[in-house]
């Protein structure tokens, strides 16, 4: 016989297994609304929610986002998501790809000292802020081939190095990415520097290409024996 759906969970059962889901996953994922609607319509689904976080099992780190109730025993204060996670979570809401700024990039990688003191991310959806505790965190709408790349450390890169500009491009940078990149992600890193403006894509084709070999000189006329010949 199949399995009745899950959709027939009736109300009193519902906030144990959304907890049960909750708990299931990795602790500090922040979910939303839309990852319990295989368990009950939507204000179902809600209510259930707003009794957990009224019970202390949840919190609400944003407007329809849901995190379990973290504590740090040691110190005994509460966990809060990351920004990052949160950002996460409502790109994957909203059905948008997002990734850190330049210059956050750069910190990251180890190519700048300087921590952005705001929480922003490029998004190809519609830039908004979004209310995360007593932050705003901030969506910048960019093109969406700038989010094309092939994976998030080569995504990483470009932007970083988009941020830090020609001319701060030199010798310790190149070897920094060198030290990031592995076996054959020098390749992929030159395609997908093609999204990139024309100067940033001649560095990273310059810098992480394959050496090309010396050509041989031309063959010089050989006027000398034709010389001698006549």
Sequence with gaps: MPAKPTTSTSVGSLP???????????????WSSRDFLDLGPRATVDQALSRL???????????GLYA?????ERLGIAISPSFDDVAR?????????????GATAANRLGLSTQVPAKPVYLSDGRS?????????????RISARRLDASSEKNALILSALLHLGKHALDGRTTARIRALLGPGEHET?????????????????????????????KARARKARSVGRR
């Design 89 to 101: 979570a409502i790109a994957r809401r909203n059905g948008c790809r997002i990734m850190p700024t």
């Design 68 to 72: 379990l109730h973290r504590r740090n």
């Design 53 to 63: 976080v009224k019970s202390g099992s949840v919190i609400r780190p944003a407007r």
């Design 189 to 217: 890193l030159i395609l997908d520097a093609r999204a990139m403006p024309a100067w940033l894509c001649d560095f990273v084709r310059r810098s992480f290409g394959a050496p090309q070999r010396p050509q041989r000189p």
């Design 128 to 140: 908004r802020k979004v209310r995360v505790g007593k932050a705003n965190v901030e969506f910048r």
């Design 16 to 30: 144990a297994l959304v907890l049960d889901r909750l708990r299931a996953g990795d602790p500090a994922h922040v």
